[in-house]
C-alpha cells in the first residue's frame, strides 16, 4: 500500500465531505431557527425595562430580520472567510469564545477515549480468551450495567460518594480555588478534578468498547489460523495477543474512532454536572442563551469532527487489514 | 522398537443436539520413526479428528479416551504446556490450506519467523533468514520480496508450499499432513506429494497423510490405514493392499479410482453414504453398503484381525475376497454410476 494511494484516497473523501458539510451546515441553521424562543427572549418577556425599540434596534444590528436565506449566506460566507461571528451575549468573536473551551473538552474526551480503549482491550481480551468463565459473565454483565445506566445519575452518585460521603475528590471546576498550585502539584490538581469528569464519560464506551472486544476476539479465537498458530508450538498468550489480538482489533477500532464523537457529545453532560470550563458547558449556555453564533460554531465543529472520525476509522482500517485497498 | 506414535484405542465422541456422536470409535494406528503412513477414508471417517487430536488441537467439548503415545509418552495425560512444546520441533501439522489457515493480517515471513524464533531463540534477523530459507526450499519464487507479503497475496498452491514451510521449519520428527493437495489442481498436487516425498527423504522425518485419496498415497506412502466411521477396517503395506485389498470397502475405494490404463471405462462409486455415528451400530458399519454383507455382518462387528503378515481388515469374509464375489445377479457388489473417467 503506497502512501500516494492513502493521499489519493484522503483527498477524494475530503472533497467528497464538501457538499456533506454543506448540507449539515444547511439543516443545523435551519434547525435553531425553528426552535422556540429567540436571542431576544428574555428582553421580549413583560417584567424587563427593555423597550421594543431597543430589541427592534438590536435585532437589526445582529441581522436577525433579513430573510433566512440572507442570514444564511452571511453566516456561511462569514465561516469560509474565518469570521464566525460574535457571540450575542459576550461579544467576543466566536471561535476565539470555542478555542477557549476547546482544551478542557479535549483533554476530557482524549483521557476517556485512551482509557475506555485501554479497559475495554484488557477486559475483553480476558473475557473472551476464559468464555463463559466467572470472570467472563461479571465483565458481561457489567458492561450491560454501564451501557444502561444514564450518565448525569452516575456522575450525581459519583459526586455524592466520593465528593460529599468520603470527600476524596473535588466536585467541581478545573483547578482548586483556594490553593495557588504551580508545576507539577497544578498537574495533579487538575488530574484529581478530572477523575470524576473522565469515569462519567467514559462509561458509555467503556461498557460498549468492552462488549466490542471481547465479542470480535471470541470470533478471532475460533479462526483456523489461531489453531495453525497453536499447532506450531507458540504459547497461549503470544497466540491471543500476537495473532489473535491485531486481528480482533481491526473492527474494534473502527468503533473506537467512532466513539470520539460520541464522547464529544457525552462531554456536554459531563461539563455540566462537573461545572468544568468546556465546549460541552459553553454549548448549554449558549443553548439557553439563544446564542446562535455561538451554537453554530460549535455544531459545524462537531459535524466536521464526525467526517474526520469517519475519514480517520477508515484510513486506520486499511492500515490494519492488508487486505484493504484503497480505492 | 517402540513406534514413533502409537495411537492405542482412541475414541473421540462428541455432544451433538442428536445426541453423542462417536467420531472415532476404538483406533489404533502405529507409525515407526521415518515411516510415511496413509490414512484414507471418506468424509465423516474420523480422520481428521485424530490428525487433530494428536495434535492437541481439538475443540474443548470432545471426550477422547484411549491412548495416543508419542515416543513413549502418552499425549490425552501429558501437561498441555509440555504437549504444546512438543509441537513445531516434534509433531507439526500441515493443514488443507483455506483463505483462514494463515493469519491474514501477518507477513508469511513474520509468522514463520516467530515459530523459529520460539523454539530455536536467537535473532529477529536470524529467524527471517530461516523463514526465507524455508520458503524458498518449499518452491515460493523469489522469496526475498515475497516474506514480507501477506497470505492474500499468494495463489492456493503458494499458500499450501507456505503451510508445508511453516510446519517443517523446526524439522519435526513426526509431519502429519491433513489433505493438503485435496483442494489444489493435479498438477500442483503433484508437485506438493513430490516436495513432501523429497524433504522426507532429506530429513528423514516421519509422515503420516490423511486423505480421501488412494492415488496420492501409491508413490508415497508405506503403508495404509483405512478408515470407515470412526474405526480402521483395513491396514498393511501400501503395496500389499494395493494388490489385494481384503476389505470391501477399500476395494471399493479402489474402484473409484480413475486409472490410466482403464481410459474410457466407467468408474464405480460406492452406493449410499456413512451411517448416523450417533445411532449405536451392532454389526458392521459399512455393512448396509457392502455386498458382500451376511446376516451375520449386520448382528457383529468384526474386529481387525490379522490375515497375513502386517496386513489386517475388519472383514469377516476377509478371506473369501481375493477370489472375488459369487455372482448374484440380485446384489451386485458395485453398481456402476454415471460418472465419466476423466
Not at chain 1, 68 to 73: E, K
Not at chain 1, 162 to 185: E, I, K, N, V
Request: glycine share 10%.
Amino acid at each position: 500500500m503506497g502512501h500516494r494511494a492513502v493521499t489519493a484516497y484522503v483527498i477524494r473523501r475530503c472533497l467528497q465531505a464538501i457538499p456533506l458539510l454543506l448540507g449539515i451546515s444547511v439543516i443545523i441553521f435551519v434547525l435553531l431557527q425553528m426552535t422556540p424562543g429567540g436571542p431576544m427572549a428574555a428582553g421580549e418577556g413583560a417584567a424587563t425595562q427593555v423597550s421594543p425599540e431597543q430589541i427592534a434596534r438590536l435585532r437589526g444590528r445582529y441581522g436577525l430580520d433579513d430573510p433566512l436565506v440572507v442570514q444564511y449566506f452571511n453566516w456561511l460566507g462569514g465561516v469560509l472567510t474565518g469570521d464566525w461571528g460574535s457571540s450575542f451575549d459576550t461579544g467576543r468573536p466566536v471561535l476565539e469564545a470555542i478555542g477557549a473551551r476547546v482544551p478542557v473538552t479535549l483533554q476530557l474526551t482524549v483521557v476517556a477515549l485512551v482509557l475506555s480503549v485501554l479497559i475495554a482491550v484488557v477486559v475483553g481480551v480476558f473475557a473472551a480468551s476464559r468464555q463463559n468463565s466467572l470472570v467472563d459473565h461479571a465483565a458481561t454483565g457489567a458492561s450491560f450495567i454501564g451501557l444502561s445506566t444514564p450518565s448525569f445519575w452516575f456522575g450525581i452518585m459519583l459526586l455524592y460518594v466520593f465528593s460529599f460521603q468520603l470527600r476524596l475528590l473535588p466536585s467541581s471546576g478545573l483547578t482548586d480555588l483556594r490553593a495557588r498550585h504551580t508545576g507539577f502539584a497544578a498537574v495533579l490538581d487538575q488530574a484529581e478534578h478530572l477523575i470524576l469528569p473522565v469515569a462519567v464519560l467514559s462509561l458509555m464506551s467503556v461498557a460498549s468498547l468492552t462488549r466490542y472486544v471481547r465479542s470480535s476476539m471470541i470470533d478471532v479465537l475460533g479462526q483456523d489460523y489461531l489453531r495453525t498458530a497453536r499447532g506450531s508450538g507458540l504459547p497461549e498468550r503470544t497466540v491471543v495477543l500476537r495473532h489473535g489480538l491485531p486481528n480482533a482489533a481491526i473492527p474494534v477500532v473502527t468503533v473506537a474512532v467512532l466513539a470520539l464523537p460520541e464522547l464529544f457529545l457525552g462531554a456536554v453532560i459531563t461539563e455540566t454536572i462537573f461545572g468544568l470550563p468546556g465546549m460541552g458547558r459553553l454549548f448549554v449556555e449558549s443553548a439557553d442563551l439563544r446564542d446562535y453564533p455561538v451554537l453554530l460554531g460549535i455544531l459545524l465543529i462537531a459535524a466536521v469532527l464526525v467526517v474526520v472520525s469517519n475519514l480517520l476509522a477508515d484510513v486506520l482500517y486499511g492500515r490494519l487489514d492488508p487486505r484493504i485497498t484503497y480505492v | 522398537m517402540t513406534p514413533l506414535l502409537d495411537i492405542t484405542d482412541l475414541s473421540i465422541r462428541f455432544r451433538t443436539d442428536d445426541g453423542e456422536l462417536r467420531a472415532v470409535d476404538g483406533v489404533s494406528l502405529q507409525v515407526a520413526e521415518g515411516e510415511v503412513l496413509g490414512v484414507v477414508g471418506e468424509s465423516g471417517s474420523g480422520k481428521s479428528v485424530t490428525a487433530l487430536t494428536v495434535m492437541g488441537l481439538l475443540a474443548g467439548d470432545a471426550a477422547v479416551t484411549g491412548q495416543v503415545r508419542y515416543r513413549g509418552a502418552d499425549l490425552l495425560t501429558m501437561d498441555p504446556t509440555k504437549r504444546r512444546a512438543l509441537c513445531g520441533p516434534e509433531l507439526a501439522m500441515v493443514y488443507q490450506d483455506s483463505m483462514a489457515v494463515l493469519n491474514p493480517t501477518m507477513t508469511v515471513g513474520r509468522q514463520i519467523a516467530m515459530v523459529v524464533r520460539h523454539h530455536r531463540g536467537g535473532t529477529k534477523k536470524a529467524a527471517m533468514e530461516r523463514a526465507a530459507e524455508m520458503l524458498d526450499l518449499v518452491g515460493i519464487p523469489d522469496v526475498r520480496a515475497r516474506v514480507a507479503d501477506y497470505p492474500h497475496q499468494f495463489s492456493g498452491g503458494q499458500r499450501q508450499r507456505i503451510l508445508i514451510a511453516l510446519a517443517l521449519c523446526c524439522e519435526p520428527r513426526l509431519l502429519i499432513a491433513d489433505e493438503p493437495t485435496t483442494a489444489l489442481d493435479v498438477t500442483v498436487q503433484a508437485q506438493i506429494v513430490e516436495l513432501v516425498r523429497k524433504l522426507r527423504s532429506e530429513l528423514g522425518m516421519a509422515v503420516v497423510w490423511v486423505t480421501h485419496d488412494l492415488g496420492v498415497l501409491a508413490g508415497l506412502a508405506d503403508s495404509v490405514a483405512v478408515m470407515y466411521a470412526g474405526r480402521v477396517v483395513e491396514r498393511g503395506p501400501v503395496d500389499t493392499i494395493y494388490a489385494g485389498p481384503r476389505h470391501p470397502y477399500t476395494e471399493g475405494l479402489l474402484r473409484s479410482l480413475p486409472r490410466l490404463d482403464a481410459a474410457g471405462e466407467r468408474l464405480t462409486a460406492i452406493p449410499g453414504g456413512l451411517p448416523d455415528l450417533t445411532q449405536p451400530i451392532p454389526g458392521c458399519a459399512f455393512s448396509p453398503r457392502c455386498g458382500w454383507s451376511t446376516e451375520h455382518c449386520t448382528e457383529e462387528r468384526p474386529d481387525l484381525h490379522e490375515i497375513e503378515t502386517l496386513h489386517a481388515s475388519a472383514c469377516f469374509r476377509a478371506a473369501e475376497l481375493p477370489a472375488g464375489l459369487p455372482a448374484d445377479p440380485d446384489e451386485p457388489a458395485v453398481r456402476p454410476v454415471e460418472v465419466m473417467h476423466r
